[in-house]
């Protein structure tokens, strides 16, 4: 820009000796004035300061969005290794502690009945673990995609409620008056679970606090899950929908878990086409807000 601008002005320089010169000797010419020359110089000017400012500010945005998606890079990396930590922790304990429990019923010593049958439920229970867990990994995987409503059929969406918030322990505000919608009962029943489970893991493994209220709208059915856990910072509260995200690095964290749960969450969501918010609760902890539509349009 400045050699062309410096070229420029030398030829500019030129005409006007031309015109100075020519106006000496009284020369007629149809040639411009000294005002059209100095007009076309700061034309020029202009255009080539606006042309390099548009060049730089193009740059600087290439350098900016260069910077974020390296960045972003290298959080997804850090969070996929810490979802391999935690995924490798959370096969390997059930996997233990059945191998315990057979080792322990395969042992020559005699076991009093009560006793085989404890560690055959526990080790069924942890069997369970291990297929929820793996139920998670490949649910994970799939792509949203909305069902058409008559692939969601219409369920009383209470039982699902009471029977999730019974197996945690947790208080339902529901009632038992039934509330229809058009969604899938084990896809509404991963939803809330994982709400549900994490309400009451980040309470400190306890389901004091956690309450479950359900509304219907008109239109929507609103469900809120609440707890007066640890809370949520406002600088997380996008990021714990991402999957693989936790709060925190894997070594100093103390509640299990894979980062996989809320992601879940939010892909449900969007399949039934609805939408999720997280806030503060007063006086402390977090609430979870889901609402759906009854009727998929
Ligand atoms: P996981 O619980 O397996 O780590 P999730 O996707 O369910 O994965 O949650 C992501 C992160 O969001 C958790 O690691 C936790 O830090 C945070 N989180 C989720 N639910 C709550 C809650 N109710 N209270 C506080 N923190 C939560």
Redesign the pocket.
């Known amino acids: 820009m400045i050699f062309t601008h410096q070229n420029n002005e030398r030829y500019l320089d030129v005409m006007r000796d031309m015109i100075r010169v020519e106006q000496q000797f009284g020369i007629e010419t149809n040639r411009i004035s000294f005002d059209a020359v100095e007009e076309e110089m700061d034309r020029k000017l202009f255009m080539f300061i606006s042309e390099s400012v548009f060049v730089i500010v193009l740059i600087l945005v290439g350098i900016y969005l260069v910077y974020r998606s390296f960045k972003q890079e290298l959080r997804f990396q850090r969070q996929q290794q810490n979802f391999l930590l935690?995924i490798t922790h959370e096969l390997k304990t059930p996997l233990a502690s059945i191998k315990l429990y057979l080792q322990t019923l395969s042992s020559k010593k005699k076991l009093s009945e009560e006793k085989q049958s404890e560690f055959l439920s526990g080790s069924l229970e942890q069997v369970d673990r291990l297929t929820q867990l793996i139920n998670?990994v490949l649910e994970s995987t799939k792509e949203t995609r909305a069902p058409r409503e008559s692939l969601a059929e219409k369920i009383d969406v209470v039982p699902v409620f009471t029977t999730v918030c019974n197996e945690y322990g947790v208080e339902f505000r529901g009632g038992d008056a039934p509330l229809f919608a058009h969604i899938g009962e084990t896809d509404l029943e991963l939803l809330l679970s994982?709400?549900v489970?994490?309400?009451?893991?980040?309470?400190g493994e306890t389901p004091e606090g956690v309450s479950v209220t359900l509304q219907s709208q008109e239109k929507n059915v609103t469900l809120v899950?609440s707890?007066s856990?640890?809370?949520?910072k406002d600088e997380?509260k996008k990021?714990?929908?991402?999957?693989?995200?936790?709060?925190?690095e894997e070594d100093t964290?103390r509640?299990?878990?894979?980062?996989?749960?809320?992601?879940?969450?939010d892909q449900l969501v969007k399949k039934y086409k609805g939408k999720i918010s997280?806030t503060d609760n007063q006086p402390k902890?977090?609430t979870?807000t889901v609402i759906f539509p009854k009727r998929i349009t």
């Open positions: 935690s998670h994982n709400l489970k994490n309400a009451v893991l980040y309470s899950v707890d856990g640890v809370g949520i997380h990021q714990i929908f991402e999957r693989f995200f936790r709060v925190g964290r509640a299990n878990g894979t980062g996989l749960g809320l992601y879940i969450v997280v902890g977090s979870f």
